[in-house]
């Protein structure tokens, strides 16, 4: 194996691949990234348990050359200081050798590196997956749908399929949903290509998801989502991102969803996230960081309290319809619901002071957040 | 106690105060924060048991009034929460109200918070320093010696003094020394005012300088420094910095600098910090980061290996001096002399391989690294 490569197309690939290789050394040879030379250029692979990403370099950008393979062939060298390596390295092109042996020989301008590699038949394969179940949806909207449900998930692993975001699809509109039991976030979006195929129990985990956000960051095109039995995999042009899915049947959650609300709220995102920012000053130490809000004619007063430290009253101006109410609840799950709003004004339906509450945007449909009230004394 | 002051104001002056208040609760009057008004306006003092910080907001600001004092009075407030409050208040006037419980009403256009103070009385007071040893420097020029002599003090608590840098006064030149028996730094500098006092076993906490270099970040005027018995200060206009002084002697550090040196090493500090950060990616693993320098005609070469990683070899054009030589260091105590070295040149003189070797900016005569090789098989 052997090829010459340009410094900065190879910085870039790895800095992506980078976020799936396995930092934990349970299996060694998860915890090196696989480099591959063939007709097309380079692939790079990293892989944990939860998700694999490869990245291609292709031979030509811009019509400029970047890689030239000499001879090809693959090997697993070790990720983290592979990755280190790639970004110190002196000079604009570096040569890569790699004998029988897997040890690659590094010569970059007066530099020259040894590491020793790994035979990469140890390392795991690709999954191929069947196009059968395949779709289309913008980055930005894949990104949108994360940001707006990733943050709903359990955390505590011992939580099964609610650690993930059900991804739905039918008749054209996918539906993610996330909860944790406590609150639920429901966001819907159009894709393309996908009138056909229908999807109702992909649990897709809520890190990979957050992995696969970062990954996308600067990409604003077109992403083809693949599901297959136990993986899901997002693809733009030269890269291809696995992540495994849950095991197990996500609970019908349309039944918590409350559909008509007593008392209706309408205020700016802004100044009620700001309120309850605030307010959580006060209460964020105990235990369930727990605020109060009182609906009345045209405001909404927010307080909290806690003994040893203080209490905090605030007013923000609201459009209120319906009869008087006052509610407690957890001041972070509201703070994170109105922080993945994309409206600067919500509209909230309460039912009652000890049952679920949404939160919409006032302008859309497709967004829905849910939270469950705490009893309080 | 009641005040009125301009929310920015008392942003920044809480910002910097912050730094000092304690987050360990063994003293937990020290997780407050005091603050006074008084004549000359607001003073926000925090505390630990290292450093004090007291800030000074005055009544005026370029003529414009940022604080109305209507009753004098102080009172300590919970640090975090007040930090954090300090932020996120509301509009651009706070209303400050404490009674005679010390319990604070903080308004701030339709928001109230209610704190549970501490009573000032309990708050250890500012030590009165006597302005006999006292001298001036640049802040620019305090801050250099500090980043070019903190790392190299000894880090683990149990090694004593050598956990401080060394302070020494006479005929108007400081000189700081830091050491932590492996390596050693030794800056010097002019300074005002001092040509009466000497200082000789003033030894500061290497921690407490880094605290205080950041404080006085975006500073570019002039610091008086006072020193006492056990305690330094460091003021200018509106901050008084305290940190306690280490007991004990600091060992003579004059006798193991080398005087002269045998093989003598010229080169670009630059690119010989890239080479020994590039071989430090296959040396830092194992348990002294030991890279080896062989310096020959106009050249140093550098190398690198580790059994199981690999090796690296690499040349940096350099001008060499006398002898051939061979020697192997530390390269992480390398990478933080030469990062800390204000010259594009550096000269490094050997007396050979198992002596101590001195690093020097080619250009001037104040500063002197050392560096303590190892001995390889």
Redesign the interface.
């Known amino acids: 194996m052997k090829f010459r490569v340009a410094k900065t197309a190879l910085v870039d690939a790895v800095s992506q691949v980078s976020k799936a290789v396995s930092s934990k050394t349970t299996i060694p040879i998860l915890t090196g990234m696989k480099i591959q030379a063939d007709e097309e250029g380079l692939a790079l692979t990293g892989s944990n348990s939860d998700i694999t990403i490869q990245v291609r370099v292709p031979k030509k950008k811009d019509d400029l050359e970047q890689v030239f393979v000499e001879k090809m062939g693959s090997v697993v060298l ?1 990720g983290r ?1 592979f990755a ?2 790639v970004r ?3 000079g604009d092109q570096v040569e890569w050798l790699v004998n029988e042996k897997f ?2 020989t590094i010569r970059s301008e ?7 590699g790994f035979d990469p038949v140890e390392y795991p394969r690709l999954p191929h997956l069947s196009t059968d179940q395949m779709f289309s949806i913008s980055a930005d909207t894949l990104k949108s749908l994360i940001r707006q449900t990733g943050f709903a998930v359990a955390t505590n692993e011992a939580r099964g399929v609610l650690t993930g975001v059900l991804f739905q699809l039918e008749r054209g509109v996918l539906t993610c949903v996330a909860t944790d039991s406590h609150r639920l976030s429901k966001q819907q979006a159009s894709v393309e290509g996908s009138e056909d195929i229908s999807l109702s129990n992909v649990i897709v985990p809520g890190k990979s998801l957050s992995e696969l956000a970062k990954t996308l960051a600067d990409y604003t095109g077109v992403v083809d989502i693949i599901v297959a039995e136990n993986q899901l995999l997002a693809k733009t042009d030269g890269l291809e991102f696995y992540s495994r899915l849950l095991e197990g049947m996500y609970p019908d959650t349309n039944r918590v969803i409350p559909q008509n609300g007593e008392t209706e709220l309408i205020s700016s995102t802004k100044e009620l996230l ?2 309850v ?2 307010a959580s ?2 209460s964020r130490d105990g235990r369930d960081n727990v605020i109060k809000w009182t609906l009345r004619d045209g405001k909404v007063e927010v307080n909290s309290a806690a003994q ?9 101006v609201a459009k209120v319809n319906g009869p008087e109410l006052s509610i407690s609840f957890n001041a972070r799950y509201m703070m994170e619901a109105l922080r993945s709003i994309e409206s600067d004004e919500i509209r909230i339906q309460f039912t009652g002071p000890m049952t679920p509450f949404l939160i919409l945007p006032t302008a859309r449909e497709d967004s829905l957040h849910l939270i469950v009230p705490i009893r309080t004394r």
């Open positions: 070790p200081i280190d390596l110190k390295l002196p040890q690659a007066t530099a020259e590196f040894h590491l020793n700001q309120s920012d605030r000053l006060i040893d430290i203080g209490s905090v009253t605030e007013e923000v």
